[in-house]
Nanobody, 128 residues
Framework: QVQLVESGGGLVQAGDSLRLSCKGIGRSFTSDTMAWFRQAPGKEREFVGATRWKSGSFYNVNVAGSVLDRFTVARGGNRNVLNLGMNDLRPEDTAIYYC??????????????????WGQGTQVTVSS
């Protein structure tokens, strides 16, 4: 069974750091685009960042402008793993964070409808 499993969420204070991980199971995700989205209470799901396979072990990285100065997205040593590093967290970062994946292609990274696989989500809560 193909799955994306997120881990690493939790309750933190403003200014703290947190790292989320997503592991793809059941097939190789090496050449897939893997991404993070988040959905805050009462808001639409939004793009956070993605890695798109380029060649060999190289991936292009795309991070949303709103978090570019605080968040990093990267594949793990295991290419089926996608990590999200979050620094200087703020209460407005509170959301459910979702991992997503789609086969390689030229689609824009932030197009949610193009993603085939989704994780169950992990809650991140930032207290002020």
């Amino acid at each position: 069974q193909v799955q994306l499993v997120e881990s690493g969420g939790g309750l933190v204070q403003a200014g703290d750091s947190l790292r989320l991980s997503c592991k793809g199971i059941g097939r190789s995700f090496t050449s897939d685009t893997m991404a993070w989205f988040r959905q805050a209470p009462g808001k639409e799901r939004e793009f956070v960042g993605a890695t798109r396979w380029k060649s060999g072990s190289f991936y292009n990285v795309n991070v949303a402008g709103s978090v570019l100065d605080r968040f990093t997205v990267a594949r793990g040593g295991n290419r089926n793993v996608l990590n999200l590093g979050m620094n200087d967290l703020r209460p407005e970062d509170t959301a459910i964070y979702y991992c997503a994946a789609r086969p390689k292609g030229d689609n824009e990274d932030d197009r949610m409808g193009d993603y085939v696989y989704w994780g169950q989500g992990t809650q991140v809560t930032v207290s002020s």
